[in-house]
């Protein structure tokens, strides 16, 4: 196991309206106090030889309707909301900890990923990006066929969309293109194929037939290779339908034909062997679609490669 001088500053991030399915918020709080092999996510971090402080959850603003402004649903409450998020968790990075981020749906990574670009900018550095997603995530309000900001946030770090929100912090944006990687889509729309490809990051993209083709490893491989560009390190945000219904069931936009068990290990070891993140993200975890707590329990597994448990 990895022992690390580093402190584990976890945050909750319940925000679960941005998407169309609801219950992903419940994920937080079902992460966080699950027992695997009769501990806690907090008792397994600990076991590891990380410091460990537990943030509590940002605050999320709760939307009073479902009309759609900008062409995106719940836009104030979302756009207060991640204001707060970006705030709680530049308090985290201010502190020196590694951020462990508990969300919630997708949209969040829009605040969060917001927060840890700024807070690296201030001292002249970019930041790369290991997006692991069944989804592409490129939508924009335009594009959108449901006007969910859970399908959106990767479109609004690059810069694209409504202005707000890809402005979030005051710049955009957030993302150089450069340190970028996509790993496990193979549910794209129509207008986010046309934008990964107006945008040449076509090779930026490990889909599933890549995976199939060339193998987790390799694919792998070449994302930690672009992402490690980044005179920062780079941040990892994992949403759980990138892994196959059959091993994570408890999710609201399944799509059949994702990775396996293993391989979503595999990923996160190589991640945590390679030794340049800067912060991990596990999202979309809806308990309330969950069969007997397994995708709760993978997600915490999860989280615990990529911070460096390995088998011996």
Excluded at 42 to 54: T, W
Aim: charged residues 20%; aromatic residues 6%.
């Amino acid at each position: 196991m990895k022992v690390s001088d580093k402190t584990i500053g976890l945050l909750g991030v319940p925000l679960g309206f941005g998407a169309g399915t609801l219950g992903s918020d419940l994920g937080v709080e079902a992460m966080r106090i699950s027992s695997v092999r009769g501990m806690t996510l907090a008792d397994h971090i600990l076991a590891l030889g990380y410091g460990f402080r537990d943030h509590g959850d940002a605050t999320i603003v709760r939307p009073d309707g479902t009309a759609a402004e900008n062409g995106i649903r719940h836009y104030g409450a979302i756009l207060r909301s991640f204001h707060n998020i970006a705030s709680s968790l530049d308090s985290l990075l201010q502190e020196g900890h590694l951020p462990v981020i508990l969300g919630g749906d997708h949209s969040i990574a829009i605040a969060t990923y917001s927060a840890i670009s700024n807070f690296y900018r201030q001292s002249g550095d970019k930041v790369g990006l290991i997006w692991f997603d069944a989804h592409a995530d490129i939508n924009t309000p335009e594009t959108s066929p449901s006007g969910n900001i859970h399908g959106m946030p990767l479109a609004a770090l690059l810069g694209l969309g409504d202005e707000a929100v890809a402005g979030l912090g005051g710049f955009r944006p957030k993302l150089d293109p450069a340190y970028f990687a996509h790993i496990g889509a193979r549910d794209v729309d129509s207008g986010e194929r046309q934008i990964v490809h107006d945008l040449g990051l076509r090779e930026q993209f490990f889909t599933m037939s890549d995976i199939d083709s060339r193998g987790m490893a390799a694919c792998v491989a070449d994302a930690i290779a672009i992402a490690s560009k980044a005179p920062g390190g780079f941040a990892v945000t994992f949403d759980i339908d990138m892994i196959d219904p059959r091993f994570a069931p408890g999710s609201g936009t399944l799509v059949r034909g994702g990775t396996t068990y293993r391989e979503a290990h595999l990923a996160l070891e190589m991640i945590a062997a390679n030794g340049g993140m800067i912060s991990f993200e596990m999202v979309e975890v809806n308990p309330l679609l969950d069969q007997n707590n397994i995708t709760v329990e993978l997600a915490i597994e999860l989280i615990l490669s990529a911070l460096g448990k390995t088998i011996l």
